[in-house]
């Protein structure tokens, strides 16, 4: 076997490693933020909610969380708080998840990744962590979002 034939057969490896590299997802990515905030209360008959009377229905609420909350109104009896902030690089200025413009997901602009309604989970892109999910209670028209996070 000639050098050039070496050289070429190391040339493809060292590239193909990077590839393989460059393609993986940051498994060593920052912790997503922890910002503990007081029970919200939320009136589900009050007319900033009306979004919530449908299956499928969701409100952004700006004032808890890190980057703001989204909930969603699965059914009548489950309503579900997600977290802004994306889960790939949680610190980066951009990495903030909001609904699509089909109201089939969520979505972080920044990254690309898309995020499941149903539990929070990447379906898409490069986030590898589902998006933190905070407790919820329902008692009557009156539904009330903790800074507990659901695993």
Known sequence: MNTTNKNNRGLRSLFLALILVGCSSDLTDDPIPIIPFADFVVNLSAPEYQPLVVNGG?????SIGVRGVILYRQDAATYLAFERNCSYHP?????TV???SSN???VDPCCNSSFSFTDGSPTGGIAWRPLRRYETSLVGNTLTITSTIVD
């Open 98 to 100: 909001n609904v699509h």
């Open 91 to 95: 610190n980066d200025a951009c990495a």
């Open 58 to 62: 969701y409100k952004e609420i700006g």
């Open 104 to 106: 089939l997901f969520m």
